[in-house]
């Protein structure tokens, strides 16, 4: 197959120094990446003009596709909301993958996103990881199931108050978790043969049994200490999803080894749980020792705007090299995906966006994008970008 030269590129690989020069792709992976490089014959040279190079940024918390912009009901299957617990509803089954996002996240330069369930319910079901770019959800998988999703706080307590049914207190939210693991954990004991059929108790056991990790939506810092204390009691890999006031207990988040997935970070206080929500924290949680992924939780925020999020992390304190790390191998580590996509290493796929410049500066736009080395998007002779056919 041909080779494709990338030269004449300001290459920020994410893991190593920047520098000027080449990147090979060949069968959709990095060959080989560096300042002076030979250029195989059979190569198709692209020339980059000196814009920068680095692996397509990753969003590991997004509704993309199952909360579709501007439908309306039609549009809307974030959450089902019938029963508190869905530990067996799968978020794969309801993407729609011709939903504008998609287009919106690759002009964005957002090559692999992870689309969650909503946080409606205590356990709201099994997320999935994509790439961007597809026309059947089936051929954009990435990892499935990449994780299951739950909630603590205030949206499980609020739904299924509203309905005079538990959960409706932070107590039942847990106790509902709990019992679920529980019968989870007594399923999972019996003899395969004695098992009945299960799919809750299934879908729970990857999670005890650490195939998958647990995803906790949580806000207030004691809505987290509550995440961290029921990981430990049944010994499962937590991630935190969202944890606005993480950078209070970072230190507890840190000593625990938890990940959090920081955002979205340009919103307004819309609910009392995001009333101390800063643009620091993701600094903070940093200089703490806890690995951190910005998120866009769209369509909260829009996910072409990702990478505008982190810049605002870097106007408050966070080091411009950590937040790239943060939309790129971070989430990529959070999802199980680093040993192929997050950072432009060779034998990883060749995940790649070319800008007009520091991708930080908000001024500088995406020009071409690909995904495992086929073109995606580029723009055309008025600056317009043009997405590949699916």
Known sequence: MTCTAIIHAHVVPIQGEPFDGTVLVREGRILEAGPDLEIPADAAVIDAEGGWLLPGFVDAHVHLGVDEEGEGWAGQDTNEMTDPVMAAARAIDAINPVEVGFDDAIIGGVTAVNVNPGSGNPIGGLAVALRTHGRVVDEMVLRSPSGLKAALGENPKRVYGEMKQTPSTRLGVALTIRKAFATARAWAAKDPAERDADL???????????????????????????????????????????????????????????????????????????????????????????????????????????????????????????????????????????????????????????????????????????????????????????????
Request: charged share 25%.
């Open 200 to 390: 809750v108790s299934e879908a729970l056991v990857r999670v005890l049994e650490r195939e998958i990790p647990w995803r906790q939506h949580a806000h207030r810092a004691d809505d987290i200490a509550t995440a961290l204390r029921i990981a430990e009691e049944f010994g499962y890999d937590l991630v935190l999803d969202h944890g606005t006031e993480a950078y209070l207990i970072a230190d507890r988040v840190a000593a625990a080894g938890v990940p959090v997935l920081y955002g979205p970070l340009i919103v307004s206080r819309s609910k009392v749980e995001v009333r101390h929500r800063t643009p620091t924290a993701p600094g903070i949680l940093t200089a703490a020792g806890v690995q951190v992924s910005i998120i866009t939780d769209h369509p909260v925020v829009p996910i072409e705007h990702l990478v505008y999020q982190a810049a605002f992390a870097v106007k408050h304190g966070m080091a411009p090299a950590d937040a790239l790390r943060a939309i790129t191998l971070h989430p990529a580590e959070v999802l199980g995906l680093a040993d192929r996509i997050g950072s432009i290493e060779v034998g990883k796929e060749a995940d790649l966006v070319l800008w007009e410049g520091d991708p930080l500066d908000v001024r500088n736009r995406s020009l071409r994008v690909w995904q495992e080395g086929r073109e995606v998007m580029r723009r055309d002779a008025a600056g317009e970008p043009v997405i590949a056919p699916r």
